[in-house]
């Protein structure tokens, strides 16, 4: 069964850093493009970062260029997205999703975990 | 603003046919690039409905669908049922200097 679980979402303070991961499971994780996508209150999805099979290809939206650092280790079949200056337009729920490419979609997603930014 | 317009919300009675826009620009889908649609029930992980414009995952019902043409896609989806009420976004790639991926602004389905 294919599972991708996230955690290190929690509250921190407008300007603070977080670190999320995804842990992946039940399929072939070195092969897929991962992805962060997230939804704030209220409003849609988001795509926040992505980074190819082998992290040759990394991109960001243009609101988390310079603050957000996406990776992966293949090894440990897991994602991560280091968060820093972080804003309360960033509170929303984070989900890692995956997909074989372009023309694919992301066929495999987390439920998702919280991040807070407020004082 | 979503790069990719959708309708805020649909809604049908059980067993009619109701359809979800999703409108692009020349950067994203009106380039060919494909579309794709999920569905998302809030605090669970979305679902791939649609991939590649028109194919469906295995699992999917044929009752989902989608489309394509010029500038927009579609997603249509037969004989409503309860379950199917739930939030439904399209996704495309973007080639203008701010884009990647991009996703409509969500469409709310409600089942009367």
């Known amino acids: 069964e294919v599972q991708l679980v996230e955690s290190g979402g929690g509250l921190v303070k407008p300007g603070g850093s977080l670190r999320l991961s995804c842990a992946a499971s039940g399929f072939t994780f070195s092969i897929y493009n991962m992805n962060w996508v997230r939804q704030a209150p209220g409003k849609g999805l988001e795509w926040v970062s992505s980074?190819?099979?082998?992290?040759?290809?990394?991109y960001y939206a243009d609101s988390m260029k310079g603050r957000f650092t996406i990776s992966r280790d293949n090894a440990k079949n897991s994602l991560y997205l280091q968060m820093n200056s972080l804003r309360a337009e960033d509170t929303a729920v984070y989900y890692c999703a995956g997909g074989r490419g372009y023309s694919y979609g992301l066929d495999s997603w987390g439920r998702g975990t919280l991040v807070i930014v407020s004082s | 603003q979503s790069v990719l317009t959708q309708p805020p919300s649909v809604s049908g009675a059980p067993g009619q046919r109701v359809t979800i826009s999703c409108t692009g620009n020349?950067?994203?889908?009106?380039?060919?690039?494909?579309v794709h649609w999920y569905q998302h029930l809030p605090g669970t992980a979305p679902k791939l409905l649609i991939y590649g414009d028109t194919n469906r995952p295995s699992g999917v019902p044929d009752r989902f669908s989608g489309s394509k043409s010029g500038t927009s896609a579609s997603l249509a989806i037969t004989g409503l049922q309860p379950e199917d009420e739930a939030d439904y976004y399209c996704?495309?790639?973007?080639?203008?200097?701010?884009?990647?991926?991009?996703f409509g602004g969500g469409t709310k389905l409600t089942v009367l």
């Open positions: 980074i190819s099979s082998s992290s040759s290809y990394i």
């Open positions: 020349s950067s994203n889908i009106g380039t060919g690039y494909d």
């Open positions: 996704q495309s790639y973007d080639s203008s200097l701010s884009g990647y991926w991009v």
